[in-house]
């Protein structure tokens, strides 16, 4: 099966700017993620959508960062705008669903969009 | 807040040596699962425990969850080139309702021929 696209896979752009990046899940997943991931760190989940529904976005910094997946697949995130700390890799993931551990909900995961910011 | 941290941060190792990094958790856990992440890659899924004291292995990988379930632990055995990354555990937290997974920090492996 395919995986988890992503595009772009690496943008540079001024502070200040905005810049806006899409994920295309795995077919049938219902579950999507959106993370950061700064040189050195895990990845810090910013929003998780069920179907086209927000699930969780307490670490998304509203004020800037925003995010959509309007018909529950494919999924863009945008900043604006952006700043020097946002240089990071921004990963997508799907799953088949959330929830605890009784559920299948191995992630899946994108290559990325590498992000700097000047 | 939620923390979950792993130690060593890093760690080389001659090829044919032991690796074992630990993961721990400031609050209780509903699962643990353990990702690889190659350099330049993203994060791979590598196993899942969701018992109390449970252990799987994979080949040369033994996982284990933590009988009060807040850490875990990942080896490997006789270690080969092939096993460098950075190796990240991460855990559902939360009571009731929506469970986040939370990543540790990782621990980064080089292992030379």
């Known amino acids: 099966e395919a995986g988890v696209a992503q595009s772009p896979r690496y943008k540079i752009i001024e502070k200040r700017q905005s810049v806006a990046f899409w994920c295309n899940p795995i077919?049938?997943?219902?579950?999507l993620y959106w993370y950061q991931q700064i040189l050195g760190q895990g990845p810090k989940l910013l929003i998780q959508f069920q179907n086209n529904g927000v699930v969780d976005d307490s670490q998304l910094p509203k004020d800037r960062f925003s995010a959509e997946r309007l018909k529950g697949v494919d999924s863009t995130l945008k900043i604006q705008p952006a700043k020097l700390e946002d240089s990071a890799v921004y990963l997508c993931?799907?799953?088949?669903?959330?929830?605890?551990?009784?559920?299948?909900?191995?992630?899946?995961f994108g290559p990325g969009t590498r992000l700097t910011v000047l | 807040g939620q923390q979950v941290m792993q130690i060593p941060q890093y760690q080389h190792v001659q090829e044919g040596e032991d690796f074992t990094t630990y993961c721990n958790s400031s609050?209780?856990?509903?699962?643990i699962q353990w990702y690889k992440q190659r350099p330049g890659g993203h994060p791979v899924f590598l196993i899942q425990l969701v018992k109390s004291g449970e252990v799987k292995k994979q080949k040369r990988l033994t996982f284990q969850f933590g009988e009060a379930k807040k850490n875990s632990s990942l080896h490997i055995t006789a270690t080969q080139t092939t096993d460098v990354g950075t190796y990240f555990c991460a855990g559902h937290q939360g009571n009731t309702g929506f469970q986040k997974l939370v990543f540790g920090t990782g621990t980064r492996l080089l292992v030379s021929p």
């Open positions: 993931a799907s799953s088949w669903t959330s929830g605890g551990p009784s559920s299948y909900n191995e992630q899946f």
């Open positions: 077919s049938g997943h219902a579950t």
């Open positions: 609050t209780t856990l509903s699962n």
